[in-house]
């Protein structure tokens, strides 16, 4: 059985910073655990950041670029997420997520196969 938990959400004032985390546990490779969504109230979930299986590679949405870091470490098979300059909009639900598939960027979230509870990030102006 797979598991992936997030933590390290909370509320913050603009400008702040927050660093996810999301820790993998069970039959999974934790190259395959590379991205993190997010869904605002109201909204459809969205794409926030991925990295290759290797980690060599990132890729972000545009209103994270520049703001938003994606790493991991292997030995501690944990995905982070640096959230740095945050704004009001990034309020969300952020969730990390896997895949077998080995494509390079995967932003449809239908092609992931494991996922988070889900983290709450609340952003105050």
Known sequence: QVQL?????????AGGSLRLSCAA????????????FRQAPGKEREFVAIMNWSGGNTYYAD??????????????????????????EDTAVYYCAGTVAMAEKIMDEGSY???GQ????????
């Open 5 to 13: 938990v997030e933590s390290g959400g909370g509320l913050v004032q």
């Open 118 to 125: 889900g983290t709450q990030v609340t952003v105050s102006s």
């Open 63 to 88: 209103s994270v670029k520049g703001r938003f870091t994606i790493s991991r470490d292997n030995a501690k098979n944990t995905l982070y997420l640096q959230m740095n300059s945050l704004k009001p």
């Open 113 to 115: 196969d494991y996922w």
């Open 25 to 36: 546990s069970g039959r999974i490779f934790i190259g395959h655990v590379r991205a993190w």
